[in-house]
């Protein structure tokens, strides 16, 4: 199951979390295995970011959390596509937009617990 949060440092109306929501369920299957069926989202818009101590331009920090891919395959296609769609619908300079990659090696829902074991998982 992967996870993508999204900051931003300023309001986002309803339909730019639409189209965020939609460019990100297409964008994550570059991580091979993973689709928009098993994608968990949130957004967190005027968040408190600074950069170089200023937070008067648009900048976010995006986390993706991806179960099970340790070789971190489609990584790199999946952050450009991720820059590529905040500065299409939020006009945000991509050297403004930090993408964070975290490994889920367990999870749990419904009292079922998934573990990837480190042992042949990628």
């Not at 996870?3 to 309001?11: C, K, L, M, Q, Y």
Request: net charge negative; proline share 5%.
């Amino acid at each position: 199951m992967p996870f993508i949060i999204s900051r931003v440092n300023f309001p986002l109306s309803d339909e730019q979390e639409t189209a965020l929501k939609a460019g990100l369920g297409q964008a994550i299957s570059l991580v091979p295995g993973k689709s928009e069926a098993s994608l968990m989202l949130g957004f967190e818009d005027s968040y408190h970011l600074y950069l170089n101590g200023e937070n008067s331009l648009p900048m976010a920090y995006i986390t993706v959390a991806v179960f099970s891919n340790r070789c971190h395959r489609g990584y790199g296609q999946l952050s450009a596509a991720i820059s590529q769609l905040f500065h299409r619908v939020l006009d945000i300079d991509p050297a403004r937009i930090f993408i964070n990659y975290e490994d889920i090696p367990a999870w749990s829902v419904a009292d079922r617990t998934f573990d990837d074991k480190r042992n042949g998982a990628e």
